[in-house]
């Protein structure tokens, strides 16, 4: 069993930037994925980047790609996610998950455990 818990969401003015960090309790192992997804009211949940714990490879989302960056902690227990350039259409809950079986996919499918999330809002 996995439990994340989300926290570092708020106000921010468009431009500006937020760290979000997740903190991972219960079996992590070396092959698992880790994630973060995102749902604005009205729309589907969009998974924006994603780590594999193993060899650190990336990947991320079009709509985030070359703002916002992915990145844990040596244990692998804390995932993070630095948003710069923060822009109004990023406003959204933010969830952290883990995929246990190391599928490294932006596909909210193969994630078996999911934080509550944290609300960032963009707005001026």
């Known amino acids: 069993e996995v439990q994340l818990v989300e926290s570092g969401g708020g106000l921010v003015q468009p431009g500006g930037s937020l760290r979000l960090s997740c903190v991972a309790s219960?079996?992590?192992?070396?092959?698992?994925?880790m994630a973060w997804f995102r749902q604005a009211p009205g729309k589907e949940r969009e998974g924006i980047a994603v780590?594999?714990?193993?060899?650190?490879?990336?990947r991320y989302a079009a709509s985030v790609k070359g703002r916002f960056t992915i990145s844990q902690d040596n244990a692998g227990k804390i995932l993070y996610l630095q948003m710069n350039s923060l822009k109004s259409g990023d406003t959204a809950m933010y969830y952290c998950?883990?995929?246990?079986?190391?599928?490294?996919?932006?596909?909210?499918?193969?994630?078996?455990?999911w934080g509550q999330g944290t609300q960032v809002t963009v707005s001026s």
């Open positions: 998950a883990a995929d246990v079986g190391g599928r490294n996919t932006l596909d909210a499918y193969a994630y078996k455990y």
């Open positions: 219960g079996y992590i192992d070396d092959w698992y994925s």
């Open positions: 780590i594999a714990n193993g060899d650190g490879t990336t």
